[in-house]
């Protein structure tokens, strides 16, 4: 159930136009994007979230391309409470049991740059996101103020770190903004392990759900997110539980 808006909640919406699309080679997308000089507190941001909004940055946007064009960009949310882990999930927490989850403010450290242009460069060569990895520019992706709170959740094997999950903290949820891991670490599936420890925070938290950003179905980056169960899927007016896809095992994908 999505809450209420809040109270003057009106916001100046901006549609861009055609442009080559993020996830879907030969694919044209638009984006609608929130006046970025719009207030925006924990509360919207709650309610952007569920409405189908992400958050890259100061902006919060999200797909709305042209219906005969494309429709795959589907938001998707775990109810943490009742998660359940598959078998590769399991493997992957035990996998990393040696690793520490530790939560850090929102500041530029050189460690998790480091991290960051490292993964970015290896394992997103081929996209945007490779042409620009400057302090600058990392430090507009996750470290910008938005009005609310984000967590930078480490993951450490002893003091070396090996993971960072980028969290938004909403009235009742936690947002995965962004994780990058070590590349030279691919057994260890870090990317399942950041998702089961934001699980783990929001459980300890007491919030109800995660929000996982896109699934897309026809996106290998992408198609992962639903093998986390019972997930639940925005189709343009309410959340419904996800019942498609097919079994993969979540190794092949870190």
């Not at 999200?62 to 109810?79: E, I, K, T, Y």
Request: charged share 25%.
């Amino acid at each position: 159930m999505t809450s209420e808006p809040p109270i003057n909640h009106a916001l100046q919406l901006y549609l861009t136009d055609d442009h080559p699309c993020s996830y879907l080679d030969q694919q044209r997308a638009r984006t609608l994007f929130v006046d970025p000089l719009a207030e925006i507190n924990t509360e919207r941001a709650q309610w952007l979230q569920e409405i189908g909004f992400r958050r890259s940055g100061s902006h919060f946007y999200r797909p709305s391309c042209r219906p005969h064009q494309c429709q795959q960009c589907r938001a998707v949310r775990l109810p943490v409470a009742q998660f359940q882990p598959n078998r590769s999930q399991r493997r992957a927490a035990k996998r990393n049991q040696d690793l520490r989850c530790i939560q850090r403010s929102p500041q530029f450290d050189a460690e998790h740059y480091a991290l960051y242009s490292r993964y970015v460069l290896t394992r997103h060569s081929d996209g945007d996101m490779a042409d620009d990895v400057s302090t600058d520019a990392y430090e507009r992706f996750l470290l910008t103020a938005w009005g609310g709170d984000t967590w930078l959740l480490e993951l450490r094997e002893g003091e070396r770190l090996v993971a960072v999950a980028v969290t938004d903290v909403l009235s009742d949820g936690l947002s995965a903004v962004y994780t990058f891991f070590d590349p030279a670490e691919s057994s260890r599936a870090l990317g399942t392990a950041a998702i089961l420890a934001q699980i783990t925070e929001a459980q300890q938290l007491g919030v109800t759900h995660l929000y996982l950003g896109y699934w897309i179905a026809n996106s290998r980056k992408m198609a992962y997110k639903q093998q986390y169960r019972p997930l639940e899927i925005w189709d343009g007016a309410q959340w419904r539980r996800f019942e498609g896809g097919q079994a993969i095992d979540l190794d092949k994908y870190e």
